[in-house]
């Protein structure tokens, strides 16, 4: 006898805001990349990381109540990046870069027959992280309607406080794991995008 296929009754939720980190490497660290950030997965090594930070600069971002012991303080931050951090994707980006300064077609010749490159064919893994900020909202009941509405271009106090919480963390907690796998190339590449846009780049002197 054939069952038939329920439909799932869906509400539509939407956050309004979001924090989105773009790194970019070479094929060749993704596999100490995922080994680095898997350890993070894990509250033993996120409290441990949360240790390494300096209180007052942590509590900057996030309030301590009074009577918090170090442990309970650090428990409950580490709350927060379990709501907040649940994991990331990575995709391959398939480019050709030019790796000497722009000459002509007999120039670039020339670098070949010397053994040297003037075109790189090179795989790119782009590891994604993705955080909503603020809280979500139901959009609608089942179908997706949405209303005209204003655009708020000033963020709120507490959406602002949101935002630096996810930034400071994410550099604390991945940024450093991250540059550390890559730190024999030459640049590294990280863009931010969603609340505010932004290229970062680390370059060596």
Known sequence: MNKRKSITDYSIFCHDNLVIFDFFLPLTHEGKLKNSLDILFYKDSVIKRLKSI???????????EAEESD???????SAWVSTNFSGYSINHVYGRYRAKEL???Q????????????????????????????????VSGQSFEPDFEKIDETDSKDLQREYNKIRFLFFKLFVQNIVQIANEEDEIWMMESGMRHRLYSWRVK
């Open 71 to 77: 442990e309970e303080y650090l428990q409950s931050i």
């Open 103 to 105: 000459c002509n077609l």
């Open 54 to 64: 300096d209180s007052k600069v942590l509590q900057q971002y996030f309030s301590r």
């Open 107 to 138: 120039q670039a010749y020339r670098y070949i027959e010397n053994g040297d490159n003037y075109l790189i064919d090179e795989t790119t893994a782009v590891a994604r992280f993705i955080f909503p900020c603020g809280e979500s909202r139901i």
